[in-house]
């Protein structure tokens, strides 16, 4: 999508999102890729969204959603990386590192809630908020200190939703407890394994294919994906849609 201009990116992206929605600012929200090393194959978790949903209805997913500042005061047994934490806050202004840790937290909550996989340390854990009591219920401590930054990016003016979407990435080694019928939410539909390549092909969204093209690049010079690795920025420029590195 790199060099796209915005109508390009309307015609390609015109399946994923309901076109036409009023100027507005995007919204903080976080995904999580997790991966699964299989001999020299990467495998990664997705999930079909409902198709009554007016974004990205019907696509495979990473499991993620809206961020929730209050994220950044739940309790973990380890924190971010000091070069992960660097990256996620950057040089903007309005970052900060409550920010930083509120994004990284919503991506393992929602990871809960849409999958059913608690990631963390098994342990005694005690939090009175209501998003969380499923690490309480199970003795999860969450965990942020294998989170890796992947990629960013913003959804193009002119959707009737926009986020500013960071997708972090971690093992399924780094699961805890894996609930059998999924996540509370039923958010999606059905979850899959996919090798990289096949996920590439499967049905979704533009910006996920681009992502996971990118991911596959690190692998492959990064298999552990060390802390502090370059992450993609995608956003639209002028008219144009863009790739920095943060």
Not at 133 to 138: N, S
Not at 194 to 221: F, H
């Amino acid at each position: 999508m790199d060099g796209m201009t915005r109508a390009q990116v309307d015609k390609a992206e015109s399946k994923d999102f309901a076109l036409g929605g009023k100027p507005m600012r995007p919204r903080d929200a976080a995904t999580l890729i997790l991966l699964d090393r299989q001999g020299r194959d990467i495998r990664v978790l997705m999930g079909r969204r409902h198709a009554k949903h007016a974004f990205m209805p019907g696509k495979f997913v990473f499991p993620g959603g809206r961020t929730d500042p209050a994220d950044s005061r739940i309790p973990v047994i380890a924190n971010l990386h000091p070069d992960e934490e660097a990256k996620l806050v950057g040089s903007n202004a309005r970052a900060s590192k409550a920010r930083a840790r509120a994004i990284a937290l919503s991506a393992i909550r929602e990871t809960y809630e849409e999958a059913g996989l608690l990631i963390g340390h098994k342990g005694s854990f005690s939090t009175n908020k209501a998003d969380w009591q499923g690490f309480v219920e199970h003795g999860v401590h969450p965990s942020l200190e294998t989170l890796r930054f992947i990629a960013r990016a913003i959804t193009p003016p002119g959707r009737v939703r926009r986020f500013d979407t960071r997708f972090l990435a971690a093992w399924r080694s780094d699961v805890a407890v894996a609930l059998e019928g999924g996540g509370p939410t039923n958010e999606l539909e059905e979850l899959v394994w996919l090798p990289l390549g096949e996920a590439k092909k499967a049905d979704i969204p533009a910006i996920t294919k681009t992502v996971l093209e990118q991911l596959e690049k690190r692998i492959e010079s990064d298999p552990q994906l060390t802390p502090g690795g370059d992450v993609p920025f995608y956003r639209m420029i002028r008219n144009r849609f863009i790739r920095e590195l943060l």
